[in-house]
Structures are given as structure tokens and as C-alpha cells.
T-cell receptor, first 121, second 115 residues
Framework: GAVVSQHPSRVICKSGTSVKIECRSL??????MFWYRQFPKQSLMLMAT?????????EQGVEKDKFLINHASLTLSTLTVTSAHPEDSSFYIC?????????????????FGPGTRLTVL | AQSVTQLGSHVSVSEGALVLLRCNYS??????LFWYVQYPNQGLQLLLK??????LVKGINGFEAEFKKSETSFHLTKPSAHMSDAAEYFC?????????????FGPGTSLSVIP
């Protein structure tokens, strides 16, 4: 299957600092990437959708200035949690959909990264 | 608006027994439906999906699901549970309103397999 990576897998930071999480599609062009947040024992909550080269579309209730999303290329999207606080601690997961160069992918399926565990002290 | 419900937040089965995880959806347009599995502290892995065509869909690891439009259901089954099947399972529906597919996830069902 398609491979999506996330970096870092785990990060611990102090309150007030900013944290950047990277999401990369390794073997296909990710025209669209999604960022989710997951609390323990709960489902995934979509935070935003980003298309390469354009501004992200945020879901209702998600602060744009708090969660900065950049999708600068067809293989990379970043989520920056600005001025992180303990309530931002969560599991952040990205997914991607798009067309492959070497192996065509259908756009009806999202391929998920392994997630990033953020802990804000 | 689309939504997904999963009956039973936790299901326990004995090893070798039938696995049945229930999923019902609501959608104003013909849906794309998915089942994903999540192991602890990991991302989601696609088990199977229904888009069009045959309503009985076979996926990985011996799982299958049947799309029943009249019942708005997409239940996941496996004839014989294995210990490695213990995980969190999410049913999802796609909105298909744009060129990309926004996916709405159900609340999840935690599957335990008893030796």
C-alpha cells in the first residue's frame, strides 16, 4: 500500500513553545492531505484539509492561528501547533490522497501516517 | 450531513469465533464506505472499502463487509477471530462532494479476542 510517514513520532514540549509535525507521502503525489486529532479512546476528529499550493480549509471550531498548516509540495504537509498548552496534548494523525507517479492511486482512499504523540508539559 | 454509528463501543469474542462489528451510516448521496483498523499508538490501516459494484467486499486479513443500502449498513465480519485481530476498528463514510473525499469516522469499536 501507499506509504505516508510522520515526523516526529513523539514529542514532548514545554507550554508556550511551538511544535512542527511533518507528513510526507513517500511513493505518490498527495494532492490533498488531511490532519486529524485523536483523544484517548476516541475517534478521529478532522481538523483541516489542505490542497497543494493553496490555503487549508479548517473545520468548524479549529483555530487557524493555533494550528498552522502548510502544504507546500505534493509530498509534504506540515502542522505547526503554536504556543502549545497542555490541552493541546493529543495524538495527531495525517492522511493523504492523490495520484501516484509510479503506482497510480485512487483518490477515493486516504492513506494514513503512523501518528504523532504530542505531550505539552 | 453524513454520519456513522457503530453499535457497541467494545466487543469481545473468543479466538476462532465469528467477528461481527456493526456499522450504520446516513448519507444523502451514494456513499463510499470504509473500514479501518488501528493498533495502539499507530495510524489507521485500510481493511476494505466499498465504492460501487459488488456489495460484498473482501479485505485484508480475512475480513469482509457487505453494503446493504436498504438497511444503511456496512457491517464488518470475519469467520474466525485471531488474537492479532485485537484492535480498534473504525467505520467511515465519504462525502464525495469534491475532487477529494472528506471522510467522516464513526466512534470506533474496540475488539478484544479471548484465548
Amino acid at each position: 500500500g501507499a506509504v505516508v510517514s510522520q515526523h516526529p513520532s513523539r514529542v514532548i514540549c514545554k507550554s508556550g513553545t511551538s511544535v512542527k509535525i511533518e507528513c510526507r507521502s513517500l511513493d505518490f503525489q498527495a494532492t490533498t492531505m488531511f490532519w486529524y486529532r485523536q483523544f484517548p479512546k476516541q475517534s478521529l476528529m478532522l481538523m483541516a484539509t489542505s490542497n497543494e499550493g493553496s490555503k487549508a480549509t479548517y473545520e468548524q471550531g479549529v483555530e487557524k492561528d493555533k494550528f498552522l498548516i502548510n502544504h507546500a509540495s505534493l509530498t509534504l504537509s506540515t502542522l505547526t501547533v503554536t504556543s502549545a498548552h497542555p490541552e493541546d496534548s493529543s495524538f495527531y494523525i495525517c492522511s493523504a490522497t492523490g495520484q501516484g507517479i509510479l503506482r497510480p492511486r485512487s483518490t477515493d482512499t486516504q492513506y494514513f501516517g503512523p501518528g504523532t504523540r504530542l505531550t505539552v508539559l | 450531513a453524513q454520519s456513522v454509528t457503530q453499535l457497541g463501543s467494545h466487543v469481545s469474542v473468543s479466538e476462532g469465533a465469528l467477528v461481527l462489528l456493526r456499522c450504520n451510516y446516513s448519507s444523502s448521496v451514494p456513499p463510499y464506505l470504509f473500514w479501518y483498523v488501528q493498533y495502539p499508538n499507530q495510524g489507521l490501516q485500510l481493511l476494505l472499502k466499498y465504492t460501487t459494484g459488488a456489495t460484498l467486499v473482501k479485505g485484508i486479513n480475512g475480513f469482509e463487509a457487505e453494503f446493504k443500502k436498504s438497511e444503511t449498513s456496512f457491517h464488518l465480519t470475519k469467520p474466525s477471530a485471531h488474537m492479532s485481530d485485537a484492535a480498534e476498528y473504525f467505520c467511515a463514510v465519504s462525502e464525495r462532494k469534491t475532487s477529494y473525499d472528506k471522510v467522516i469516522f464513526g466512534p470506533g469499536t474496540s475488539l478484544s479476542v479471548i484465548p
